[in-house]
């Protein structure tokens, strides 16, 4: 079993910045690909950016240029940078993680509890 712990989240103004932080404990060594997911009310959940264990990265394009994610596997840590953030950031932040190696990476079955962003106009 993985938990997860998100932290981070809070109110911030267009332009500004916030870094997500996710603490996975548990059985860490299992753990192979994390990402970041977002959702809002009546939206499905999407995700945001993942990392793989290796450290290959990918972003959707809305954030592409404007957050990092990065990851320590020493510390069991996932970040995610977020400047220049808008008002179309404004959602809940899950971290995701996948116990199972793939080849294509895809979400896995551990979700932190989420951590609100909220941006202000």
């Given at each position: ?55 290959f990265?990918h ?32 959602a809940v ?7 199972t190696?793939r080849i294509?990476p ?16």
């Open positions: 079993q993985v938990q997860l712990v998100e932290s981070g989240g809070g109110l911030v103004q267009a332009g500004g910045s916030l870094r997500l932080s996710c603490a996975a404990s548990g059985s860490t060594s299992t753990i192979y690909d994390m990402g970041w997911y977002r959702q809002v009310p009546g939206k499905q959940r999407e995700l945001v950016a993942y990392i793989r264990k290796a450290g990265t972003y959707v394009e809305s954030v592409k240029g404007r957050f990092t994610i990065s990851r320590d596997n020493a510390k069991n840590t996932v970040d995610l940078q977020m400047n220049s953030l808008k008002p179309d950031d404004t932040y899950y971290c995701n993680a996948d116990t190696m294509l895809r979400p896995g079955d551990y979700w932190g509890q989420g951590t609100q962003v909220t941006v202000s106009s």
